[in-house]
């Protein structure tokens, strides 16, 4: 992989670190707020950008309990 490969990977997978870690925080702290504690809650992540040919959608259902 070429230097400049290398570092775009970098930046990728910081920018999903970031993701990661502001979107847990989010959504402990809408669990924690909604006062829900029992049965799924549905979570969508929306990926897109205005510069390339991206849209990419996850869903998934999590288990409160």
């Not at 990977?9 to 847990?24: C, P, Y």
Request: glycine share 6%.
């Amino acid at each position: 992989m070429s230097d400049d490969n290398e570092e775009f990977a970098n930046q990728i997978r910081k920018f999903l670190r970031e993701v990661g870690v502001t979107s847990q925080q989010q959504i402990e702290r809408a669990v924690g707020a909604s006062g829900k504690s029992a049965g799924k809650i549905k979570l969508k992540m929306h990926l897109s950008s205005p510069d390339i040919p991206l849209d990419h959608t996850v869903e998934r259902d999590l288990d409160l309990s």
